[in-house]
């Protein structure tokens, strides 16, 4: 018997009762095809798929004829792919009825958004297995918007964390050398005419010093910085990383003979990375001299890579000392305080990886390090090879809003 429906608040009218609407394919299709936010198909049961509303055209950019009979891999990022997300998706609708999820899809030309899918079987009037259902809704402006919202949030926490350790640093790490470096100055101007000459250039020694210290630690929060607040300043292009590389070698190379260290590349010279050219520079400078600094005389220090699908790693090896466990567990997670005390314990490891692990995350890549006591260290980093199409954030749940 075919099922009835009627128009809304007209249920008692006796000349509406006699009218009888049925419920074809026609019928749901221009439904279907009426919610341009929603992508809606169908698969069968060998996943393929077989219907495609013009809501799918809009989202995914397939007309019809071009996803009929294609399997429903090709919205799904590689990533994904590589996972089997699609096997675990039509399992999960299979055992639990349906499956729900937030995901990254990826369109014809390859541009990522961000979509609330629902899956789950299509069971005909006789039990049989027809296929499947796929809804998906295009989440990624909201989804971008809470991202905004939550990364302005964690700056604003962020700066206040650092706001006390900035003053800190100020009046504590910058003035109390600052004053010593004026003190030693001033019983040099008024006791010059009577002091040994030995004297005078070991209390002129030491100025330099403390001055130079001075610099780095004023370069070290002008970087950190830069880090936190000048993000107007980035700007990553795609860049030839041999010319990098080389560049940071030979400025360093004279550091290095003092201690007849090696510095050498075993990098291919077509090699190239997406990054902000200023930023690879110190990451590259950092890292190798802080090679230096734990590395023996006569040591070696190799920088190589290797591609790891869209991204390159880059490894700089040395034949140092290596570290304990103790320095490796806080290598990446030093607070901005107290920095003339670490710089002096650790001969300034530590504050440069500080600056090294921001400036790599601002580049889409990440840093680890793996020790081997006594035989050295071997720092990694990785940055990615093109310029993503759309940076993946976090997997935060977003609700799917019926009302929306």
Excluded: C
Excluded at 74 to 80: A, K, L, R, V, W
């Amino acid at each position: 018997m075919p099922t009835k429906i009627y128009p809304m608040g007209k249920k008692n009218n006796p000349k509406i009762l006699k009218s009888k609407y049925v419920l074809t394919a026609e019928f749901y299709s221009q439904i279907i095809d009426s919610l341009q936010d929603y992508s809606i198909f169908t698969l069968d049961i060998d996943f393929k798929i077989n219907s495609w509303s013009s809501g799918s055209t809009k989202i995914f950019g397939y007309e019809t004829d071009e996803v009929i009979g294609k399997s429903f891999d090709i919205i799904f990022t590689e990533e994904d792919l590589k996972s089997g997300i699609p096997k675990i998706e039509i399992e999960t609708a299979l055992k639990e009825g349906r499956a729900t999820y937030n995901r990254w899809h990826i369109t014809k030309d390859q541009n990522l958004f961000y979509a609330y899918g629902l899956v789950f079987p299509l069971i005909g009037s006789e039990g049989e297995m027809l296929g499947y259902v796929k809804i998906l809704r295009d989440l990624t402006e909201r989804k971008q918007s809470e991202d905004a919202i939550k990364k302005y949030v964690r700056e604003l926490e962020d700066l206040n964390t650092h706001k006390e350790s900035v003053l800190a640093i100020l009046s504590h790490d910058l003035r109390s050398p600052l004053s010593a470096i004026i003190g030693t100055a001033k019983y040099l101007k008024e006791n010059f005419h009577k002091m040994k000459p030995d004297a005078v250039q070991e209390m002129l020694d030491l100025l330099y010093k403390s001055s130079t210290d001075e610099l780095d630690m004023l370069d070290y929060l002008v970087e950190w910085a830069r880090i936190k607040y000048a993000s107007d300043v980035f700007s990553p292009t795609k860049i030839k990383l041999t010319d990098y590389i080389n560049k940071v070698l030979e400025t360093l190379k004279e550091a290095a003979a003092i201690n007849t260290i090696n510095l050498h590349q075993e990098i291919e010279a077509d090699t190239s990375v997406f990054a902000d050219g200023k930023m690879l520079i110190s990451i590259i400078q950092n890292i190798v001299s802080n090679a230096i600094k734990h590395t023996g005389k006569g040591g070696t220090i190799t920088v190589s890579t290797k591609s790891n699908d869209d991204k390159i790693i880059v490894q700089v090896k040395d034949t140092g000392v290596g570290m304990s466990e103790k320095i490796m567990e806080r290598l990446f997670t030093l607070q901005m305080k107290n920095l003339s005390e670490t710089r002096k314990k650790n001969k300034g490891a530590g504050i440069g990886l500080l600056l090294v692990k921001g400036f790599l995350e601002k580049n889409g890549g990440e840093i680890w390090v793996e020790n081997i006591v006594i035989e050295g260290s071997s720092f990694y980093f990785t940055l990615p090879i093109e310029k993503p199409l759309n940076k993946i954030g976090s997997s935060d749940e977003i609700k799917f809003d019926e009302s929306a």
